[in-house]
């Protein structure tokens, strides 16, 4: 059939213009300076070293990604779920600004959270969440982010899933103590490593609706 002549791309995304992907791996950078030297970190430090004592450089610790973007369908070539059914979408390279409203960082992956529009949210499958941690149930565009970093060995599809679980957690106690003030926000710590910065002010991100193939 005709579908099988379309070639259909690993995944599509909002991919962030250049200009806007220094300025959020500049803030993403400052974040984690600040974090290392938070004493209330410096106290839950053994969730990323595993051991007391140690000390951890949040920079070194994340290999930054490049090209960054939002996936909104994983399509995997064809073969992931609902990718064809996907890949008729149009809306092709039309501008997008995203809202970066939160960072998170967590002893695997360190992203942000994107809060999507009702017209992104057209882009956005209906599935997506549907590895939600039990016993939450989270509006749809809860996983939308951008990942910023990846610890070593991990994959990237993990920082949706450390999203999903940070929201569960915050669902579960919509006000947890705040630890600490900081000039871009409140952090927020929800153990085993876990950390989440409410951006005072949403960060505006110009992205660029497409697709990639490796
Ligand atoms: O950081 P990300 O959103 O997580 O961007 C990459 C992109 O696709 C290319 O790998 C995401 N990704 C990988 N596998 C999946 C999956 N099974 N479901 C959703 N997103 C995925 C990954």
């Not at 990323?48 to 610790?61: H, M």
């Not at 017209?119 to 910023?148: F, I, K, M, Y």
Request: aromatic fraction near 12%; charge should be negative; include cysteine.
């Amino acid at each position: 059939g005709p579908l099988g002549e379309i070639s259909i791309p690993l995944y599509f995304g909002f991919f962030l213009l250049s200009s806007v992907q220094d300025k959020i791996k500049c803030t993403a950078n400052d974040f984690l300076k600040t974090l290392d030297t938070l004493e209330a970190f410096k106290k839950h430090m053994i969730d990323f070293t595993g051991k007391e004592e140690s000390e951890v450089d949040l920079e070194q610790y994340f290999q930054a990604k490049e090209f960054l973007h939002c996936t909104t369908k994983f399509c995997n070539y064809g073969k992931a779920e609902g990718a064809k059914e996907y890949a008729v979408k149009k809306m092709y390279s039309f501008i997008f600004e995203l809202s970066l409203t939160a960072l998170f960082v967590t002893p695997r992956t360190v992203g942000a959270q994107v809060s999507l529009t009702e017209e992104q949210l057209l882009l956005w499958p209906a599935d997506a969440e549907s590895s939600v941690p039990a016993g939450a149930s989270l509006p749809l565009g809860s996983r939308a982010h951008v990942t910023l970093g990846c610890a070593e060995g991990v994959e990237p599809v993990q920082t949706g899933l450390d999203l999903l679980e940070i929201l569960a957690l915050k669902q579960q106690d919509p006000k947890p103590d705040v630890v600490e003030e900081m000039e871009l926000g409140s952090l927020t710590y929800y153990n085993e490593g876990r950390w989440m910065l409410s951006l005072r002010e949403p960060i505006g991100a110009r992205a660029c609706f497409s697709s990639y193939y490796k």
